[in-house]
């Protein structure tokens, strides 16, 4: 069976043995496409590295020597944004001293630590290059991988993200409540969020600028990579274990992300009680109506104390558990309307004046 496909007053056909992606190359290439494929052959791009570092001068010094040496290699417009998340090491002082010597390394340093959520979204609002990369700077995010992203942004993919096929550095539990946490993500949202895909990632300037416009201050950017849409691709690839250090991830500021992740994304959280509110009232008609009748047969019996005690234990933690989940919806909304600012920038180095000053 042919499928034909009319492109400027020609027919073109599909055979059964011929993939979409050889008939999507056998088509004439758009001018955005063909400007993306001439500035990545040229080396004309211009890339934005965003490199959030927390306690990493074990790794620092050779990681953004590696980075260097591979962004020179691809383009001759380049910069490295690190953005130090209140590192308590000598982290600064290291980045600070390659800055020096390299123009293209640049510092953003935060008064404490805000987390990595806002680190990366001021290195998007700091960034000034058609395409950005967001890259960890403990070696676990390959920088051989950052050539495959520039080729699928030149295909016309406008985000790019890593896909990490194995878990194996991540403990068992850790491997658990991530598999779940992504499973629940996908029935309670609205929004595809792929498992297993992180913040190492290629994103256009389009993109970026989406981003930038979204201005929540409490912020799970997995879900708005996936909320802003475009055109995606995911690129499988294999995790190494860190050279040294260890990692600044902890289960209890890992599991506050889930929470933002669940409530920033879906409200089936505060309609389930709703539901759940409705059944037990059902389940109460029931028993009283039960009740009721079995008095008008029978006669009255004494009520068990057991029963009223378990009754009303269970249906005070219902309602507890129902306003605290309540409670961390209005908790969001106190943070929200507050309006402080999300960071707080201690100084930079490399930036330019304007953006020194925000």
């Known amino acids: 069976m042919q499928c034909p496909y009319k492109l400027q007053s020609r027919t073109r056909h599909c055979s059964r043995g011929q993939s979409m992606q050889q008939l999507l190359q056998s088509f004439p290439m758009d001018d955005t496409l063909q400007k993306r494929v001439e500035r990545l052959k040229s080396k004309q791009i211009s890339i934005s590295c965003i490199v959030p570092v927390f306690n990493e001068e074990a790794l620092i010094d050779s990681f953004l020597t590696a980075l260097y040496s591979k962004l ?56 000034a290059g058609e395409v950005s990369i967001i890259i960890d700077a403990d070696f676990q995010h390959p920088i051989e991988l950052i050539p495959t992203f520039l080729e699928k942004w030149s295909q016309g993919h406008d985000m790019v993200y890593g896909l990490r096929e194995n878990r194996q550095s991540d403990s068992a539990i850790r491997r658990f409540f991530s598999a779940t946490f992504y499973k629940a993500l996908r029935v309670m949202t609205k929004i595809k969020i792929p498992a297993n895909a992180g913040d190492f990632r290629l994103i256009d300037r389009s993109a970026i600028d989406s981003l930038n416009n979204c201005e929540e201050r409490t912020r799970f950017m997995k879900g708005l990579y996936a909320w802003i849409g475009y055109q995606s691709i995911a690129v499988p690839f294999h995790v190494p274990d860190r050279p040294a250090g260890k990692s600044s991830h902890h289960y209890r500021r890992l599991t506050e992300l889930a929470v933002t992740g669940f409530i920033s994304f879906s409200d089936v959280p505060l309609r389930v009680w709703g539901f759940i509110g409705l059944i037990i009232s059902l389940v109460s008609f029931c028993t009283a109506a039960y009740i009721i009748i079995d008095t008008l047969i029978h006669g009255a019996s004494v ?12 249906f005070g933690g219902i309602q507890l558990l129902s306003i605290g989940i309540m409670g961390e919806y209005i908790a969001r909304i106190f943070h929200e309307v507050k309006r402080r600012p999300s960071y707080i920038i201690e100084k930079t180095f490399g930036m330019d004046s304007e953006k020194e000053n925000k």
């Open 72 to 127: 020179e290699n691809l383009s001759q417009h380049f910069e490295i944004i690190i953005i130090d998340d209140g590192s308590t090491d000598q982290t600064n002082k290291l980045v600070m001293q390659l800055a020096k010597d390299h123009q293209q390394i640049k510092l953003i340093r935060f008064s404490r630590n805000f987390g990595k959520e806002h680190a990366i979204a001021a290195g998007l609002k700091a960034c």
């Open 303 to 314: 009520p068990g104390y057991a029963t009223i005690i378990v009754t009303i234990i269970f």
